[in-house]
């Protein structure tokens, strides 16, 4: 098992613990807002779709972890919106798959000589 780094502890000026919270708030109101009060949505197209918290664990349960090439892009074709989410960083694991790092090295080589963007599909562990 590999040892990981403690995660960092705040302290205030007279080195009494801090501790983070983070809440909702309505923004007509100031109220807290509770998880039955928020919903979350999908764009499509023009419109706001409402997405369940079941939905989206269900909808990652239907695809298996990982990340999948689904094709390339010329890199001026790629914009901003056609991202679904902030994007996450991706790297190489020999220790699970020899050769990774080769491979994701020559990918990205490739792709910026011929000046296109891989497209992927990336699904996190649930």
Known sequence: MQAKKPVGTKFT???????STTKNLDVNTGTVLTKHDTQHYAELGS????VSD?????TKQMLPSG???LGFKPIGRVKPHH????ADFLYPDESSI???????TTLLERCDKKGVSAICRF???S
């Not at 419109?47 to 409402?50: D, H, M, N, P, T």
């Not at 079941?54 to 269900?58: G, I, L, Q």
């Not at 991202?83 to 902030?86: D, K, P």
């Not at 020899?98 to 994701?104: K, P």
């Open 83 to 86: 991202t679904f989410q902030a």
């Open 47 to 50: 419109e706001k779709i409402v």
């Open 67 to 69: 990340i999948q090439l």
């Open 54 to 58: 079941d939905m989206v664990k269900k």
């Open 13 to 19: 000026d007279e080195q009494k613990n801090v501790s």
């Open 123 to 125: 699904t996190s562990r």
């Open 98 to 104: 020899v050769g990774s790092t080769a491979l994701f």
